[in-house]
T-cell receptor, first 113, second 116 residues
Framework: AQKITQTQPGMFVQEKEAVTLDCTYD???????LFWYKQPSSGEMIFLIY??????QNATEGRYSLNFQKARKSANLVISASQLGDSAMYFC??????????FGTGTRLTVIP | KAGVTQTPRYLIKTRGQQVTLSCSPI?????VSWYQQTPGQGLQFLFE???????NKGNFPGRFSGRQFSNSRSEMNVSTLELGDSALYLC???????????????FGPGTRLTVL
């Protein structure tokens, strides 16, 4: 069975500081994809970053990077130089060969000016 | 390129009624997935369609059904609405290039359904 755990219901970060949002996962499938999505109050899910289970290097997309530790089954999202517009819900999700996107419960990030 | 569009954006129905939601994917995307988001259950996968065929299905009762047309547009239908069906329904599409095992889904703005 698949499982995604996000243990931080809410996080606060000062503007221009970096923040790490935690995500651990569990699956018996050796091939999987890990995703992070951002959901502002408007409701639309915005894709941020992707990491494949066989990727050797951590994924990066602009200010977003994914700290992938396969042995520990963790896929933490790092946001550098936080901006006020980063305030939103952040969801970690996993997809395997047999299953579509399976989401965690989310972390609400608030950026303080 | 236009993003994923969903209509209507808001909907109010009463128990026992049925509802149809529509989703137009990004041009060229043949995969369309539907998700339900509620405060209690979070984000849950409903089903996925690819080239007019249901490719994957989540754990929802048969009252939830969908279909996909030849132009990749998709509809989702919920019959005999219950109060618990009140939710944000999100549609997502993706392009599937050969050789890529997984690739991101692009979401629409959602349809917020309220069942009274």
């Amino acid at each position: 069975a698949q499982k995604i755990t996000q243990t931080q219901p809410g996080m606060f970060v000062q503007e221009k500081e970096a923040v790490t949002l935690d995500c651990t996962y569990d699956t018996s499938d050796p091939s999987y994809g890990l995703f992070w999505y951002k959901q502002p109050s408007s409701g639309e899910m915005i894709f941020l970053i992707y990491q494949g289970s066989y990727d050797q290097q951590n994924a990066t997309e602009g200010r977003y990077s994914l700290n992938f530790q396969k042995a520990r089954k963790s896929a933490n999202l790092v946001i550098s130089a936080s901006q006020l517009g980063d305030s939103a819900m952040y969801f970690c999700a996993m997809e395997t060969g047999a299953n579509n996107l399976f989401f965690g419960t989310g972390t609400r990030l608030t950026v303080i000016p | 390129k236009a993003g994923v569009t969903q209509t209507p954006r808001y909907l109010i129905k009463t128990r026992g009624q049925q509802v149809t939601l529509s989703c137009s994917p990004i041009s060229g995307h043949r995969s369309v997935s539907w998700y339900q988001q509620t405060p209690g259950q979070g984000l849950q996968f409903l089903f996925e369609y690819f080239s007019e065929t249901q490719r994957n299905k989540g754990n929802f009762p048969g009252r939830f059904s969908g279909r996909q047309f030849s132009n990749s547009r998709s509809e989702m239908n919920v019959s005999t609405l219950e109060l618990g069906d009140s939710a944000l329904y999100l549609c997502a599409s993706r392009w599937e290039p050969a050789g890529a095992p997984y690739n991101e889904q692009f979401f629409g703005p959602g349809t917020r359904l309220t069942v009274l």
